[in-house]
């Protein structure tokens, strides 16, 4: 078992200098992501999706025209992440309301007519889709002409299916390879990992700045030369920054022959049920970008802890996230010291233990979990094992209280051997507790719950 002071001998010093691609050749989400890196300002994204051709076009023109510098985001429905192609299509004839865009139902000649005009060198668009067997996803995004996207063989398969692990690698493998093939001059194929954002809280940063090298590391060997990896905002600013620095650091050390960025969600559990609260997360997220170098920024609306937001609330959103990062840029002085609680240790000696098991970055994945190297807190998924925990300790930082099987310092303390299901509904909406206004106050504040939208969502997390 490896201590806090035990330094990996897979990597050496604070990370090289890249010495991959120029992002500004690569063009699409690559070079907009450089330009806007160059000029000191934050990219900020939408999870946006709407069922018609209209809708989704009408969305997409608005994210580009917004005050900020924006991608575009193509979501698709429930009906699609899981390959049930046929119901999207019926939904379809029936005008059914679906909660994204059915890009397999569509078809690639409507979405790249719904694209005409609108993607650019300026403007790409990258596709969400939360599948676990996405290569039917992939094939119609790229026969429509768009080259970014989005997952992971772990990300995509252990929160949202029950997809065996194996099966889920084994695709991503070939939807890899079919993404880095669309690859043209001007227009390389960029993929995102979900890595870090797993289950979207409780999952200490270690494990989540380790699965999302892991997965780019995945892409890296299955054709792909661009890249982003993630990290999704958690309860505490200083152990986010830490996570942040750790995650540029591996990503420097192991993926510097590429092109590759971080991108940072705004805080993916229980939302803040205030609009005042929900705004003041999603400022506190941009901040959280500016101090911890991300350079793109995926926000959440107000609305979404009540239903499917608007265009117009996707829009606001965006505008009062690039607003707040300016404003953190304009004030930053002297970059502040990042702590260190050990979550550089602790993440490259999770990748290094999983990569040790096999030369093929897939089959290691598989091996990692089989054994317990990996092991996500409070997933469910049958390929899991399952004896991982973490609390929220007194300080709002989010540690381990069990790490099973894991190479990692044992806790000091076994709190989560007494967690009972009380106490992780309340770990669960320690956010939205902090951010929310007093109960009097609500009414002030309060959006009105239109309906159910029918949108499937994982135990601890609001999807993608």
């Known amino acids: 078992m490896l201590s806090p002071a035990d330094q990996p001998t897979l990597f050496a010093g604070p990370g090289r200098v890249p010495t991959g691609p120029d992002p500004a050749m690569l063009g699409g989400l690559p070079a907009v992501v450089s330009r806007a890196r160059a000029r000191g300002e934050i990219v900020v994204q939408p999870r946006m999706g709407f069922g018609t051709v209209a809708r989704m076009r009408d969305g997409l023109t608005a994210v580009r025209d917004c005050h900020a510098v924006t991608v575009g985001t193509v979501t698709v429905d429930s009906f699609t992440r899981v390959g049930d192609h046929t119901s999207a299509r019926r939904a379809l004839v029936g005008e059914a309301d679906l ?35 996405p290569h039917a996803i992939f094939q119609s995004l790229t026969e429509a002409g768009l ?30 390879e079919l993404l880095a093939s669309a690859s043209r001059p001007g227009a390389v194929a960029h993929l995102e990992s979900f890595g870090g954002c797993m289950l979207g809280q409780l999952c200490p940063p270690s494990l989540l700045v380790a699965l999302s090298v892991l997965e780019c590391l995945f892409f890296r060997q299955h054709g792909l030369r661009s890249v982003s990896l993630s990290y999704a905002q958690q309860t505490s600013p200083e152990q ?34 205030t609009r005042s609260g929900a705004l003041e997360l999603l400022g506190d997220s941009a901040r959280l970008a500016v101090t911890g170098g991300a350079e793109r920024l995926i926000v959440k609306t107000p609305a979404e802890a009540h239903r499917i937001p ?116 309340h770990m669960l909406h320690y956010i939205q507790r902090r951010y929310d206004v007093p109960a009097p106050l609500l009414g002030q504040h309060e959006i009105t719950t239109v309906g159910d939208t029918g949108q499937a969502a994982a135990p601890l997390s609001t999807g993608d």
Request: aromatic fraction near 6%.
């Open 240 to 273: 986010d920054r830490e996570a942040l620095a750790a995650l540029r650091r591996l990503a420097g050390e192991l993926l510097s022959d590429m092109d590759w960025h971080l991108v940072l969600y705004t805080y993916m559990g229980v939302f803040p049920q």
């Open 147 to 176: 080259t970014a996207t989005e997952g992971g063989p772990v990300s995509y398969c252990l929160p949202y299916s029950r997809t065996p692990l194996e099966e889920s690698i084994e695709a991503w493998g070939q939807s890899c």
């Open 310 to 425: 608007t265009v117009e609330e996707n829009v606001h959103s965006l505008e009062h996230a690039a607003q707040a990062a300016r404003e953190a840029r304009a004030v930053a002085t002297a970059a502040e010291p990042v702590p260190d609680t050990g979550i550089y240790r602790e993440a490259a000696a999770l990748v290094e233990r999983t990569l040790a098991l096999h030369p093929r970055v897939g089959e290691a994945l598989g091996h990692a979990f089989r054994l317990g190297t990996l092991d996500v807190p409070y997933c469910l998924h049958p390929d899991n094992a399952q004896r991982a925990r973490a609390v929220i300790d007194d300080r709002g930082l989010l540690r381990w209280a069990d790490i099973g099987s894991m190479p990692l310092p044992r806790p000091a303390s076994s709190a989560g051997e007494q967690l009972t299901s009380a106490g992780l509904l």
């Open 99 to 133: 909660n994204g865009f059915p890009l397999v139902a569509h078809g690639p000649t409507v979405t790249r007519r719904m694209l005409e005009g609108l993607q650019s060198e300026r403007f790409p668009v990258q596709v969400r889709h939360g599948s676990a067997l």
